[in-house]
Nanobody, 124 residues
């Protein structure tokens, strides 16, 4: 089992940047694929980005491609989401997620563990 805690959210103007971090508990961070999802007010939760257990396979939603970058640090058990060129439509609660996987390069669609979420607000 893994526990996830997000940090780094806040308020930023259109065109600005934010970096979200997610700290994972436990000694098995390297066995989990990690992802970021978001949920805007009144909408369903949607996929944003994910990174494989090995860290060499990343996937992004079309809406954030070229603006967001996901990375992971095995020394600190942290996965980060660098968000650049932010738009008002990026406003949402962002969730970190984890899934235990056997295949190192695999980026799953569904996840088993979730953080509590953190607010990101982009003002126009």
């Amino acid at each position: 089992q893994v526990q996830l805690v997000e940090s780094g959210g806040g308020l930023v103007q259109t065109g600005g940047s934010l970096r979200l971090s997610c700290a994972a508990s436990g000694r098995t961070f390297g066995l989990y694929a990690m992802g970021w999802f978001r949920q805007a007010s009144g909408k369903e939760r949607e996929f944003v980005a994910a990174i494989s257990r090995t860290g060499d396979n990343m996937k992004y939603a079309d809406s954030v491609m070229g603006r967001f970058e996901i990375s992971r640090d095995y020394a600190t058990n942290t996965v980060s989401l660098q968000m650049n060129s932010l738009k008002p439509e990026d406003t949402a609660v962002y969730y970190c997620a984890a899934k235990y996987v056997l295949i190192g390069e695999y980026v799953p669609v569904e996840y088993d563990y979730w953080g509590q979420g953190i607010q990101v607000t982009v003002s126009s």
